[in-house]
């Protein structure tokens, strides 16, 4: 998160120090406690810096401390002369940053010492962020501020549940296709049984002399042993009489 922060701040100086260079409007720049840090000074006149002047408005005091003229620095004038120099561009470097570093840096120009300032001021507001202003500038790099933790709270046990209802819903449709699965083979390998059954048993021999493939097959006819007697139809009209 931090490389991202830091990441974030250095491309908006970078577009700001553009925009700057084309319309002259005051440059706004950021770094932290213990780092370097370059003042650019976009109108300068003699390469060698002899014209160059660094003027210093502290945030929240109203004086004006020149630290840097015709290219030196002011050592009598500045108590951070050791942390101060000039860049081969004549931009301010300040190493070493402090909170009491933050403020309005003014680059001038004057070709004579006495003589008038040639051209426009180049403005830098330089901004220091301590471990407290960090923490507080946080949110707005954050898509999410930390007035709403008890709504990403909210979500995140949004998500959770989700998650777990949809882990739930695979598993029982894993379960269910398994028992159908399951069922279907069972009622085919029965299938398969029964019609082996039907179709290996021999048929039954009880007379185990014969082969099985010569048995004999015959018809009884039953007759009446004693036939039927002959009545004599006169002799039963006497026995009647």
């Known amino acids: 998160m931090a490389d991202i922060h830091h990441s974030v701040l250095g491309l908006l100086v970078t577009v700001l120090y553009l925009l700057t260079g084309v319309s002259g409007e005051t440059l706004s720049m950021f770094s932290r ?12 006149v003699y390469p060698d810096c002899s014209s160059t002047t660094w003027n210093f408005n502290r945030a929240g005091s109203t004086g004006t401390i020149e630290e840097v003229a015709f290219g030196k620095i002011k050592v009598d004038k500045t108590e951070r002369a050791e942390r101060l120099s000039l860049g081969s561009d004549c931009s301010l470097h300040v190493s070493n940053v402090r909170a009491e570093d933050a403020g309005l840096y003014t680059c001038q120009q004057f070709l004579t010492k006495n003589g008038p300032q040639h051209g426009g001021d180049a403005l830098t507001r330089l901004s ?12 707005a790099f954050s898509t999410i501020s930390p007035s709403s933790a008890g709504f990403q709270t909210l979500i995140l046990t949004m998500g959770v549940g989700v998650a777990m209802g949809a882990a739930v819903c695979v598993v029982a449709a894993v379960i269910i296709a398994h028992r159908r699965r399951t069922k279907t083979q069972m009622t085919a390998d029965d299938s398969i049984s029964l019609y082996a059954v039907n ?6 021999n ?6 099985v493939d010569r048995i004999t097959y015959s018809s009884i006819d039953h007759f009446h042993q004693n036939p039927h007697h002959r009545v004599d139809v006169s002799e039963a009209i006497l026995n009647i009489l």
Do not use: E
């Open 206 to 211: 009880d007379d185990t002399s014969q082969p």
């Open 33 to 44: 406690v213990g780092d370097d840090v370059s003042l650019p000074c976009n109108n300068v």
């Open 199 to 204: 179709h290996s048993t021999p048929p039954t």
């Open 128 to 139: 220091v962020q301590t471990r407290n202003t960090a923490s507080t500038a946080r949110p």
